[in-house]
């Protein structure tokens, strides 16, 4: 099955600074999404992105489908953007494979 | 717009204990729909997906077992359930982009 490497697997940083958090998957792809787990478990999606650049406040995204990853950008972060962020990939309808994701702590 | 509910939010069964978990969602139809499980750790890995009423397809051998009685309705069981099966469940739905239910903490103890 394809597989799905996100990096770093940790990350600290102090409120204020910037971050990218980088998903590469070896087979192409018609589906890709970032999600934000929150404390409480909750998936938040961020985005929809299998190819191309989308922009929501503060995070962005950018899919390159022909060399298989995809970056997350984080801008002026906040207390409330700690949490695990997951990649996670697909093709049919056999749902989703999901990297092990990345463990963000934003310091206040 | 489209809602998924999933319930209960957190759940503490005895090992042997039969277990059912439900999932509905409102606001669309014949959607593809998902149980996926987090272990200790952060991935997710993918248990159950559904396309249809009775369609199940499962993705690893396991203790549990699910079943789409309604076009909107997917529930994950099992007739005795292990230590092993502790963890965190989540339904999820998907026409294009998937979207999750607010999980099922489940321990057994």
């Known amino acids: 099955g394809i597989q799905v490497e996100q990096s770093p697997p940790d990350l600290i940083l102090q409120e204020g600074a910037n971050s990218t958090l980088r998903c590469n998957f070896s087979?192409?792809?018609?589906?890709l999404q970032w999600f934000h787990q929150n404390p409480w478990g909750q998936l938040i999606n961020l985005f929809y992105?299998?190819?191309g650049t989308k922009q929501n406040g503060r995070l962005s995204a950018t899919t390159v489908a022909t060399e298989r990853y995809s970056l997350l950008y984080i801008s002026s972060s906040q207390t409330t953007d700690s949490g695990v962020y997951f990649c996670?990939?697909?093709?049919?309808?056999?749902?989703?494979?999901f990297g092990k994701g990345t463990h963000l702590i934003i310091q206040p | 717009s489209q809602t998924i509910h999933q319930w209960p939010a957190t759940l503490v069964q005895p090992v042997g204990s039969p277990l059912s978990l439900e999932c509905t969602v409102e606001?669309?139809?014949?959607?593809?729909l998902y149980w996926y499980r987090q272990a200790a750790g952060r991935g997710l890995q993918l248990l159950f997906y559904s396309v249809g009423i009775g369609q199940i397809s499962s993705e690893v051998p396991q203790n549990l077992s699910a079943s789409r009685p309604q076009d909107r309705q997917f529930i994950l069981s099992s007739k005795k359930l292990l230590l092993s099966d502790s963890g965190f469940y989540l339904c999820?739905?998907?026409?294009?982009?998937?979207?999750f239910g607010q999980g099922t903490r489940l321990t057994v103890v």
């Open positions: 606001g669309t139809s014949n959607p593809n």
């Open positions: 999820a739905w998907r026409r294009i982009e998937a979207f």
């Open positions: 087979d192409s792809v018609n589906n």
């Open positions: 996670a990939v697909g093709g049919g309808a056999d749902g989703l494979t």
């Open positions: 992105i299998p190819s």
